[in-house]
């Protein structure tokens, strides 16, 4: 799997919207860019992926830039329940051996504030 | 959305004792599961791919007879600590894969072991 470079740590006021971003200079032509996140002792939560398009859902819009070397998440208006750990991983979809076997960076730590 | 249950949530154990966790997807079925590790303050880390009716895949670095896991049905994976030790100590993770995936992978909740 292509690895990916996140800043470690971010902080958001409540009610604004949370930009985190994600580097993937090496992401080869047939792998998607999934963002999941985890608060704490939970398991990690879904929230989007996406492959070349811009992908938009209830909980966030994910924006990948032409040459898909990085990608933005966009938590359009953030609360104090959005602060957690958000890990963005490139992996391939459906098919093949390699599906599913995500590879979990350090993420970023979103924290919301008041 | 989809569920995946693991149980227990939390369990402690003498050092010496196995102990056992279930995965099990609730609404779907789960041709592969994965499990995963994590220290605190630290990422997953995959120790290995459950596969439905054939032998796990281990990672590199993860003892497979320490950390039996067994996919006997599509709905339902089990992994063993043998012979847990104070530094087995963790929280596991497990993960599935619908049969006919939309392309997410589903979490579960999570179960925390100390081993004393």
């Known amino acids: 799997d292509a690895k990916t470079t996140q800043p470690p740590s971010m902080d958001c006021a409540e009610g604004r919207a949370a930009n985190l971003p994600c580097n993937h200079s090496?992401?080869?032509?047939?792998?998607?860019v999934y963002w999941y996140r985890q608060i704490h002792s939970q398991g990690p939560q879904y929230i989007i992926h996406g492959l070349k398009n811009n992908e938009t859902n209830e909980m966030a819009s994910l924006i990948i830039t032409e040459d898909r070397k990085s990608s933005t998440l966009i938590l359009p208006h953030a609360t104090l329940r959005d602060t957690a750990v958000y890990y963005c991983i490139v992996s391939f979809s459906s098919g093949g051996t390699s599906y599913g076997k995500l590879t979990f960076g350090q993420g970023t730590i979103l924290t919301v504030h008041p | 959305g989809a569920v995946v249950s693991q149980h227990p949530s939390w369990v402690i154990c003498k050092s010496g004792t196995s102990v056992k966790i279930e995965c099990r997807s609730l609404?779907?079925?789960?041709?592969?599961m994965f499990w995963y590790r994590q220290f605190p303050k630290q990422s997953l880390m995959l120790m290995a791919t459950?596969?439905?009716?054939?032998?796990?895949?281990?990672e590199q670095g993860v003892e497979k007879d320490k950390f039996l896991i067994n996919h006997a049905s599509l709905t339902l994976s089990t992994l063993t600590v043998t012979s847990a030790h104070p530094e087995d100590s963790s929280f596991y993770i497990c993960?599935?894969?619908?049969?006919?995936?939309?392309?997410?992978?589903?979490f579960g909740e999570g179960s925390r072991l100390t081993v004393l």
């Open positions: 609404d779907f079925q789960a041709t592969t």
């Open positions: 993960s599935a894969r619908a049969y006919r995936g939309t392309g997410e992978l589903f």
């Open positions: 090496t992401i080869s032509g047939n792998e998607y």
């Open positions: 459950s596969n439905e009716g054939s032998k796990a895949t281990y």
